[in-house]
């Protein structure tokens, strides 16, 4: 059974920092992308940043460019992510993904985590 479970998560005041883990089982997934989306209450699911199997190639939405960082250990087969200088609009349920290749699009990762609240006070 393949599953990925997503930690880390908590409440913090803003300007604070997280660092998320998803941590893979079932399988290994260095040969996949690895990705994170949010929500937010209300809200549709929106990407956050992907990484390419090797690394090489990492995508951040805007919102998050320069205050996020995905980064991967394929030995653990756990992705990351940190985040810096947090505000409340990146309160929402965070979510890692793998699928075949990089996207931004949401259609393009086959296996999801159970997700991981964070709230960022203001």
């Known amino acids: 059974q393949v599953q990925l479970v997503e930690s880390g998560g908590g409440l913090v005041q803003a300007g604070g920092s997280l660092t998320l883990s998803c941590a893979a089982s079932?399988?290994?997934?260095?040969?996949?992308?690895l990705a994170w989306f949010r929500q937010a209450p209300g809200k549709e699911r929106d990407f956050v940043a992907t990484?390419?199997?090797?690394?090489?190639?990492?995508y951040y939405a805007d919102s998050v460019q320069g205050r996020y960082t995905i980064s991967r250990d394929n030995a653990k087969n756990t992705v990351y992510l940190q985040m810096n200088s947090l505000k409340p609009e990146d309160t929402a349920v965070y979510y890692c993904?793998?699928?075949?290749?990089?996207?931004?699009?949401?259609?393009?990762?086959?296996?999801w985590g159970q997700g991981t609240q964070v709230t960022v006070s203001s």
């Open positions: 079932g399988r290994t997934f260095s040969k996949n992308a």
């Open positions: 990484i390419s199997w090797s690394g090489s190639i990492i």
């Open positions: 993904a793998a699928g075949h290749g990089v996207t931004t699009n949401a259609n393009g990762y086959d296996y």
